[in-house]
T-cell receptor, first 114, second 113 residues
């Protein structure tokens, strides 16, 4: 499988709980991105990694959000003390630094906070 | 403040005809533009891109046109096929390598058989 894999596909959680999502990028891609998409909107940038280094974070990424990419391989996105406004599709994408084509996105994790 | 705007939420076209999807942007620092296609329950799929040094890029049935003075780009699909029915997102980057993309809100294209 050469695609970007995201798990779980769906997550329903109660407000106040913590959730963690996982992304496995395409193996040779050294850049990894997290985006968030709400209904009727395009994806919004959250953060990106080059190898294991987190190089940029959007102001959308509040202190309740944390992302890691240990050893420059898979990545996790954790949301602490979830709020209803966190309900969205969380998309992961990967990209090869010198590539001229766009990102490859995963199918996303749909989070519903009840 | 929406820096990338897709003002048409939906577009219907007859099979075999041309589909034209439009996108406007406000940030003059954008120098790289992309189009993505998204089917339900899937992530966006890269379609075609264009650098600000060009005004046209073509890939098979897909052509993207860039008008920098008008801050406008368009995607032409000729001929349109039913399998092209999807949501199309316009995206832009200010760093030349698509490190951080700003997306529009998308246009739902329906190609009628």
């Amino acid at each position: 499988d050469t695609g970007v894999s995201q798990n779980p596909r769906h997550k329903i959680t109660k407000r106040g709980q913590n959730v963690t999502f996982r992304c496995d990028p395409i193996s040779e891609h050294n850049r990894l991105y997290w985006y968030r998409q709400t209904l009727g909107q395009g994806p919004e940038f959250l953060t990106y990694f080059q190898n294991e280094a987190q190089l940029e974070k959007s102001r959308l990424l509040s202190d309740r959000f944390s992302a890691e990419r240990p050893k420059g391989s898979f990545s996790t996105l954790e949301i602490q003390r979830t709020e209803q406004g966190d309900s969205a599709m969380y998309l992961c994408a990967s990209h090869y630094l010198q590539g001229i084509r766009g990102y490859t996105f995963g199918s996303g994790t749909r989070l519903t906070v009840v | 403040d929406q820096q990338v705007k897709q003002n048409s939420p939906s577009l219907s076209v007859q099979e075999g005809r041309i589909s034209i999807l439009n996108c406007d942007y406000t940030n003059s620092m954008f120098d790289y533009f992309l189009w993505y296609k998204k089917y339900p329950a899937e992530g966006p799929t890269f379609l075609i891109s264009i650098s600000s040094i060009k005004d046209k890029n073509e890939d098979g049935r897909f052509t993207v046109f860039l008008n920098k003075s008008a801050k406008h780009l368009s995607l032409h699909i000729v001929p349109s096929q039913p399998g092209d029915s999807a949501v199309y997102f316009c995206a832009a980057s200010a760093d030349g390598s698509a490190r951080q993309l700003t997306f529009g809100s998308g246009t739902q294209l329906t190609v009628l058989p």
